[in-house]
């Protein structure tokens, strides 16, 4: 693991790191205004013309024989981008309120629903809540590993890591289930915790909303083209599993990099807001791009940004980061980043890497011993 | 023409509302037509005239799913100014074919009334609450009607003077209206027309900043001019002041008295003791303290609020605030904007709130 260097702050300095942070955050929020309501309404009819478009090529290819193999190319690959920009630029960032300001109500964080199979409301609690709030905390912070993978060498090894290299790529093809039943938490079925009514009685919204999804793309629109139904089946089934593949690489990106770092329960009792500020920078990776990287990503390729200030609008993070970089800077902490190859390849280098046993790295404090909790 | 709100339609279940995402059916019925939407009521402002020297009145197309509105009442339209929707209520006057004329009264450093005044666009759409409030005239009229009105208080005013026009002036209708000058007064023409044509109907010009002979506050007017208000219907509408002055000075002394207030939100001297907070999902109202985050004062009274991360960071404890001002636990900033989302965990209540709960 290259060896990383971050200052170990005194108390003083890490309130004065929060408080320029806080600061940071306020400037930004007393701007936002027309640019930003333009920019997220783009968002918005961008993600339907790319889908309308995606499914009129489908169609045209499996009517139109002569142009099958180009349109449904094309079809998927606008379907597909339709899928991601709807999951990650639109939905991801208006169900964390980010957009709330505007009083829109079809932007609305509490009540938007997304276009994939998991709902909304699950998703408020595990990622709004828990990842958020919980970042990289072993034990409260579910996404460390889904509870599939072992990232980490703080957490226990066990035989069945070893099949984690096939299990990792499984788990990307079918990303958009894995997050569908994040918190159903199935672990406790099979440890015995609750019974399998308990269970059932939990699934019902999350299983209505797969059928409904399922409806839509596997059912509805092949039974539109009649006898030519294959191309469209498959032209949904290859576009969602595109964007099943792509936000699990920058999701992945994210915290599961060489320098990103896991925390202990304890270090969140207590915690003061310059302490959660940095185990946030810590625990965070960003993808260097540009702005087409970033509108692919949700601009979850500022995950660093969008960790400090996660309900500012995610249109702002680029301008942030400029600020964000130079205050880590001055308080001499390792600002994260790094191309999408090199950031996949460490994620992929940690999957295999700790499919084995492994022992974890002696952990320097975050800030010196009499900041206490 | 129905003068009362219609309810909500019933609808089958073959409706495409019961099957089609309305954020799908509305972006695409948008780019045909931009009052076509699957249940929001919207308008469109189809014509803008002056007023008086500082108010100007928009008619407003609705589109299908706005339910009507009786004379009296009051809508709130939802005006987007540098990306934000604010919510506003006025009180629409239904013109024949069915358009809502509204008339909005400029307010030195009023987002809303300065937008709605000077640049919004023959054309722009906005959003349209249903129609809502107590203060309309009963199927059998009283003996007799006195409305009081002052300054943009004349809006519902003026609708329920053309329902009773309409009707012929079944009973005496007097009408006092408080203005600061001449310039100010609305529909003035169209007041002394009617009541040129009806005998019944009288209009009382208040103007208590003229320059030869300034009249009386509601507090001090002389009502007996009006002769004998013991079987009167009265009706109030003005800022908070006024309201409160006039129900001071009629209670008991006429048959029934029915009023509406606006008040602009005024931001409280201290952080210090505690304000009502209506909480209009259960019905309950509760007394909190100032200077504590809603989340924490709403728990202390037994309350389970949805929560999180109790930071401002996760928005799960988001919740609509309908009116009021709150404040920020951590930054110190005011909210007084109606109709916002308001994080419990990281808000505290500045003065008596209404919240979605």
């Given at each position: 693991m290259p060896a990383v260097h971050n200052r170990v702050l005194s108390a003083a300095e890490l309130d004065a790191f929060g408080n320029e942070l806080d600061a940071l955050r306020a400037r930004h929020l007393a701007t936002l205004g027309d640019a930003d309501a333009r920019y997220i309404r783009r968002v918005v009819a961008g993600v339907r013309w790319t889908g309308v478009a995606g499914r009129a090529l489908l169609f045209l290819g499996a009517f139109v024989h002569s142009v099958l193999i180009p349109a449904w190319i094309a079809g998927v690959v606008l379907l597909a981008l339709s899928k991601i920009l709807e999951n990650m630029e639109l939905a991801h960032n208006v169900i964390h309120g980010q957009y709330d300001w505007m009083g829109d109500p079809q932007l609305q964080g509490s009540t938007y629903e997304w276009d994939i199979v998991g709902t909304a409301d699950n998703w408020r609690k595990t990622h709004n809540f828990r990842h958020h709030t919980y970042t990289n905390v072993r034990g409260l912070d579910?996404?460390?590993?889904?509870?599939?993978?072992?990232?980490?060498?703080?957490q226990r090894w066990r035989p069945f890591y070893l099949t984690q290299p096939v299990v990792a790529v499984v788990f990307a093809l079918l990303f958009e289930w894995g997050i569908a039943i994040q918190d159903l938490r199935l672990g406790r079925w099979f440890a015995g915790k609750i019974t399998f009514r308990q269970l059932l009685a939990q699934a019902r919204p999350v299983g209505r909303k797969m059928g409904r999804q399922m409806f839509k793309d596997y059912l509805l629109f092949p039974a539109l083209a009649g006898p030519f139904f294959l191309p469209v089946l498959l032209g949904n089934v290859v576009a969602n599993v595109i964007r099943n593949v792509w936000t699990y690489v920058v999701i992945f990106c994210g915290h599961f990099t060489a320098d990103a770092e896991t925390f202990p329960k304890e270090c969140v009792r207590d915690e003061s807001r310059g302490h959660w500020y940095l185990r946030q920078l810590r625990g965070s990776s960003n993808i260097a791009g540009g702005k087409a990287m970033n509108v692919m990503t949700g601009n979850l390729s500022h995950q660093i940004e969008h960790h400090f200030f996660p309900d500012v609008p995610a249109n702002r993070y680029a301008a942030i980061a400029v600020e964000v970089k130079e205050i880590c800077a001055r308080y001499g902490q390792h600002y994260n980043t790094g191309s999408l190859p090199k950031q996949f390849g460490q994620v992929m280098w940690r999957i295999v890497r700790h499919a084995f046993p492994s022992r974890p790295a002696r952990v320097k404090p975050l800030v010196t011993a009499e900041q206490g909790a | 023409m129905s003068a009362l709100p219609r309810p909500a339609a019933r609808r089958s279940s073959l409706s495409p509302r019961h099957w089609v995402s309305e954020e799908l059916f509305d972006f695409w019925a948008g780019r045909v037509h931009p009052l076509w939407t699957l249940r929001r009521a919207r308008a469109r402002l189809v014509s803008r005239n002056a007023a008086s020297a500082d108010a100007v009145t928009l008619v407003l197309r609705p589109n299908r799913h706005f339910r009507g509105v009786a004379p009296g009442q009051h809508v709130n339209l939802g005006v987007e100014v540098d990306g934000r929707r604010l919510s506003r209520s006025y009180s629409p006057t239904l013109l024949d074919d069915g358009c809502l004329a509204i008339t909005v009264k400029q307010v030195a450093g009023g987002k809303v009334s300065q937008h709605l005044a000077?640049?919004?666009?023959?054309g722009e759409v906005f959003e349209l609450g249903q129609a809502f409030g107590e203060m309309t005239l009963a199927a059998t009229p009283a003996a007799r009607v006195l409305l009081l009105a002052a300054g943009s208080g004349i809006t519902p005013m003026r609708a329920l003077v053309r329902q009773m026009e309409t009707a012929g002036m079944p009973v005496q209708v007097d009408l006092v209206y408080w203005a600061q000058q001449r310039e100010a007064v609305c529909f003035a023409d169209e007041l002394a027309d009617i009541a040129a044509r009806h005998p019944g109907f009288r209009v009382h010009l208040a103007l208590t900043r003229d320059q030869t002979a300034p009249a009386a506050r509601v507090g001090d007017?002389?009502?007996?001019?009006?002769?004998?208000?013991?079987?009167a219907q009265v009706m109030a509408c003005g800022p908070g002041g006024f309201v409160d002055a006039a129900n001071t000075r009629l209670q008991g002394r006429v048959a029934t008295l029915q009023s509406e207030a606006f008040t602009p939100p005024v931001l409280p001297d201290a952080e210090t003791g505690t304000v009502r907070v209506e909480l209009r999902r259960s019905g309950r109202t509760l007394e909190l303290p100032r200077g504590t985050s809603l989340l924490q004062a709403l728990e202390t009274e037994g309350l389970r609020p949805a929560s999180g991360c109790r930071m401002g960071i996760c928005n799960t404890c988001v919740c609509g605030k309908a009116s009021g001002v709150t404040r920020h636990t951590l930054t110190g900033e005011y909210a007084a904007e109606p109709a916002t989302q308001v994080k419990l965990c990281v808000n505290s209540a500045s003065t008596d709130l209404i919240l979605e709960l």
């Open positions: 579910d996404d460390i590993g889904y509870g599939l993978l072992r990232i980490f060498p703080e | 000077q640049h919004a666009q023959v007017y002389d009502f007996s001019a009006l002769g004998d208000l013991s079987s």
